[in-house]
């Protein structure tokens, strides 16, 4: 069973750069995706990035894009999400998820269960 696991948290100055990064003990392409969730207090979690691991797409949320890059290392089954010109708006608690199925991989379609990971917090200041 595939057990995404997180590091790379931090706090991170307005318009910086950070990357997270998951590792997953293998990539699977069925189901077929891989994905980055973010979360903030008293909201529901989010998609922010998908990618299928089958067909390498890569998907995001309109908020994100041209900002944030999803993208694995094979070699080292592990998920990357580089995020640049970060925002306060960005600031929230980040997963990785993997095995599921859902357009775009930025919907967990029902009935499937992601594997999530433990989730790092990103905080962005001014």
């Known amino acids: 069973q595939a057990q995404p696991a997180e590091s790379g948290g931090v706090s991170v100055q307005n318009g910086g750069s950070l990357t997270l990064s998951c590792a997953v003990s293998?990539?699977?392409?069925?189901?077929?995706?891989l994905g980055w969730f973010r979360q903030t207090s008293g909201k529901e979690r989010e998609a922010v990035a998908g990618l299928d691991a089958e067909s390498e797409i890569t998907n995001y949320i309109d908020s994100v894009k041209g900002r944030f890059t999803i993208s694995r290392d094979n070699a080292k089954n592990t998920l990357f999400l580089q995020m640049n010109n970060l925002q306060a708006d960005d600031t929230a608690m980040y997963y990785c998820?993997?095995?599921?199925?859902?357009?775009?991989?930025?919907?967990?379609?029902?009935?499937?269960?992601?594997?999530w990971g433990q989730g790092t917090q990103v905080t962005v200041y001014s």
């Open positions: 293998e990539f699977r392409n069925s189901p077929q995706c």
């Open positions: 998820a993997a095995e599921y199925t859902g357009p775009r991989c930025l919907v967990v379609s029902p009935g499937w269960r992601p594997w």
